[in-house]
């Protein structure tokens, strides 16, 4: 088989909502923050549809060898579903990572879904800061202030690179694809507390550090490749009636509207395959998909 049916694995978070049951996702809790679709990290690995792990399944020569230029899994997909605003956070680089925290970074994207009237993202600071302005800023529960307030509506796609102070807003449905990290600096939780009454973890000291303090400039990518960097490389497809993995990449196809038939599979909105790498597979149907591989 060129193509292999992936299965997530499901997360509930303080700021989840629900609206990732309507792609298809389960799951017995109160909500779905977030669907993992394609994960080779140990907190949340996917499986296909006998119960096994990918990385059990999954040859080398069915990835290709781009994906053996890491010395990790290089990325990581999620269906995000926010029933309000996520914590405002910072992601470090690799260097810094490495160096301090025996961990690779992270940089990622978001490609919008679905969007509530009003929705939004912080996405980078809306001025040239000092460190001591936004220590100051987050002291006093204003750093919300000092960051860009960025409208979304379904289809726009934003970059966010390591260094970048960021949080997805409430009212938004989307599909992440990043570095396969979940080294996180949380900078600010809006004085939230859990169902046990107890507020969630800082890391301002951390995030500080790595903090890119410029003025940033946010930029909807509205063409192809939606995301291009060393560890994925991302495009949206659209009714086509065939796909094709490059020469040296598997490639991971993530269905976000629509329905059809890709191979010996149906599939609905919501669904992820992975295309073996050097291969093409018939698909009929009418549909949206965003596909990742490495370059």
Known sequence: MNAIKVNAKC????????????????????????AWIFSYNE?????DNEGRNLSDVLTKEDLGENYFKFPFFPFLIKFI??????????????????????SFGKTEMWYILEAEKGAFLYLGLNDNYTPEQVKEAIANNTICDYLNKVPVKKGDCYFVES???????????LIEIQQN??????LYDFDRVDKNGNKRELHVEKGLKVINFNKFEPKNIVSNPLGDCEYFTVNKVKNESELTSPLESAMVI?????????????FVKGNTFILKTNSKIKVTGSFEAITTYIK
């Open 11 to 34: 997360f509930d978070y303080i700021w989840g909502g629900n609206k990732l049951r309507k792609y298809g996702f389960k799951s017995d809790a109160s909500n779905i923050a977030e």
């Open 43 to 47: 907190k949340g690995p996917s499986f």
């Open 81 to 102: 579903n926010s029933n309000d605003n996520l914590s405002i956070q910072v992601h470090p680089s690799d260097e810094y990572a490495l160096k301090n925290e025996n």
């Open 163 to 173: 260094g970048t102070i960021h949080a997805i807003g409430k009212g938004i449905t």
């Open 181 to 186: 990290s979940t080294l996180t600096y949380r």
């Open 254 to 266: 993530s269905f976000v509207k629509g329905e059809g038939k890709i191979g010996k599979y149906k």
